[in-house]
Structures are given as C-alpha cells and as structure tokens.
C-alpha cells in the first residue's frame, strides 16, 4: 500500500511517499481502507521534534513511529476472526490514539479502539477532520465540569480544537466568548459564539469581563495574566500546554482555588458515539480549510505550521 513515511526528523521534505506492507488485523482487529485522514499540529511537531522534549516520547536521535497521522474516516475491508462490533463494508471515523498511522491507504484499529459508524449525512473528509479537535475539547470540558448558563472563553476559537471547543460548548448550553483574529471573527460568530474578541485589538485579560471558563487551545496566553478574568473557584483548560505554561498551571492549582486542566487526553468509543450524536443532531459541524492529496502532505504540513489554519485540513487518500 501507499503510506508516507519518514525516518529522520526534520522539515516537511523528510515525508516521502513509499510502498510499504498492507497490514493484517488480529483476531480482535478491523481493518480499514482510509479515505480520508488530516493534518494537526501535533503531526508537525513530531515530525520537527518541536519541542525538543517531543524526543523523550518518539525517538532521541530518530523517530519510533514512522507514518504519522492520528484521524481517519473510511471502510471496513476485512475484520479479525473475534470482531463482533463491524462488519465489512461499515463506515467508520475515529482517532487512532498514540499508534498513528493513518498516512496511508490502511490502518488496522482494535474493535474496541476509539471509532464509531460514520454519520451518513457527512462525507469522509468531514468526519476525518472532526475526531481531533473535538475529542481534545470534550475530554477538557468535561473535565472543567461546564454547566449551562456559565461563561467560557475560547481562545484559538477559529482553529482545529477551538472550533470545536466553540460548538460543544454551545451544545452545553454554555455562554461562548471566542478569541481569534480579525479576519475570523465573523466566521466564529457563524460557529455559535455569542460574543468575540479580535486579540489584534484587544486584551480579553483588561476588558473587566470575568469567565467560569478560559480554555486556551493554542498555548498563546500568560496564564498568570489571565487569572484575573477567572472566577475565584473557576477552571483553566491548558490543552496545547508546553513546559513553561504546565508549570505556571501548576503552581496556579496549588496557590489558588483555581482548577488547572492539562495533559494527557483520554479517547475512547464512548467519546466518538458522543460526537456521531452530536453530528446527527446538527449540534457539530466539521469545519475545512484545506484539502491536499496523499502525494502533497509535505504542503499541507508547511501550511498548518504556519499556524494560520481556519479549523482543519484534510488529506484526501482514495475517492
């Protein structure tokens, strides 16, 4: 099968498109024929080893893993002789968790993993892009515990995790406050928003206003500044958190009656049935900025290390 694959760390020209094995599922596994899959941030930054502490986990001198990708959407191909939960010819979209992959025309995932029929009413693009940027925001807002009627600000609220944090929290009967550029702002309001800061023109940290929510899904606010937009008893989300901004939540947690969220995600199926509900109700939307062929991942990465991306971009495998 076709996968791209790299071997060293470095810009996005290591990517290379090469014939490698077709894997086989296991007794308890399926194995899926991918349509679709994306690019995140976080296949980027494994790829440049950025930060450098990205080694500790994927390799000190080279990479462990060497086809990225963690979203997937298409079909059941063959299933394991224990599968009792697909069956050939199913639609699925999910996330892969830590055994990535999804660069590729195949991907072996367990019966059990993080996956879910694919809703009908969206195509194989749409639902790849969804499982990151949301699975990341319902894991943290659920771990801030959001209540309807409380106040939540987004910041990144254009981007893959942010747009989604926008439309769940919505669903949650939340009051929405989304940060992002100027030239997103209209299209956060279309998300649902119910008011938005343009950052180029304004510091939410010395508008006065005060949130039971602030989630940060870029990593790009002064988590000591932004303490003072915080309830006493409020929750932050550092879901994009590097050393420096961890440590700053750490000693806000211990200092204050302030809730720091960070860390590992968990996903699992549970999770992705969440999601399918959300989509059939009209309660989630996929949102693509993008889409490039298997042979162009070099681009796409160089476009989403920009930084600028409005929600996903999507890697198109087969038709």
Same mark, same amino acid.
């Given at each position: 099968m076709k996968a791209i694959v790299f071997r060293h760390y470095g810009p996005p020209e290591v990517l290379k498109l090469e014939e490698v094995t077709?894997?086989?599922?296991?007794n308890n596994e399926i194995l899926i024929k991918i349509n679709a899959t994306a690019v995140?941030?976080?296949?980027?930054?494994?790829?440049?080893a950025d930060p450098w502490g990205v080694r500790l986990f994927f390799g000190l001198?080279?990479?462990?893993?060497?086809?990225?990708?963690?979203?997937?959407?298409?079909e059941v191909e063959s299933i394991g002789a224990a599968v009792t939960l697909f069956k050939i010819g199913d639609q699925v979209f999910g996330h892969t968790d830590m055994s990535f992959g999804t660069y590729a025309e195949y991907k072996c995932m367990p019966q059990n993993g993080s996956l879910a029929i694919k809703p009908a009413s969206i195509s194989h693009a749409e639902a790849a892009v969804i499982p990151f940027g949301a #699975?990341? %925001?319902?894991?943290f807002i659920k771990k801030a515990n959001l209540k309807q009627g409380q106040k939540i600000l987004i910041?990144?609220?254009?981007?893959?995790?942010?747009?989604a944090a926008v439309q769940l929290a919505k669903s949650f009967g939340a009051i929405v406050t989304g940060v992002c550029s100027t030239a997103n702002s209209t299209f956060v309001k279309s998300l649902g928003a119910d008011e938005v800061i343009d950052y180029t023109k304004e510091d939410f940290t010395k508008n006065g206003e005060i949130y039971d929510v602030v989630f940060d899904t870029v990593n790009t606010i002064s988590v000591l500044r932004s303490l003072k937009s915080l309830h006493?008893?409020?929750?932050?989300? #550092?879901? %994009?958190?590097?050393?420096k901004?961890?440590?700053?939540?750490?000693?806000t947690s211990i200092m204050t009656n302030i809730k720091?969220?960070?860390g590992m995600i968990i996903h699992n199926a549970e999770a992705m049935d969440f999601l399918k509900q959300l989509i059939e109700t009209g309660k989630l939307k996929a949102v693509i900025d993008r889409t490039y062929s298997l042979e162009q991942v070099a681009e796409a990465h160089r476009y989403v290390e920009l930084g600028h991306k409005k929600g996903n971009v999507v890697i198109k495998i087969t038709d």
């Open positions: 077709k894997p086989i599922p296991k995140n941030s976080g296949d980027w930054k494994i790829r440049k001198t080279k990479p462990k893993i060497n086809t990225l990708g963690v979203v997937f959407s298409g #699975l990341t %925001a319902l894991h910041v990144g609220a254009s981007g893959a995790v942010g747009t006493q008893k409020g929750s932050l989300i #550092l879901s %994009a958190a590097m050393t901004q961890m440590l700053q939540g750490f000693w720091v969220h960070t």
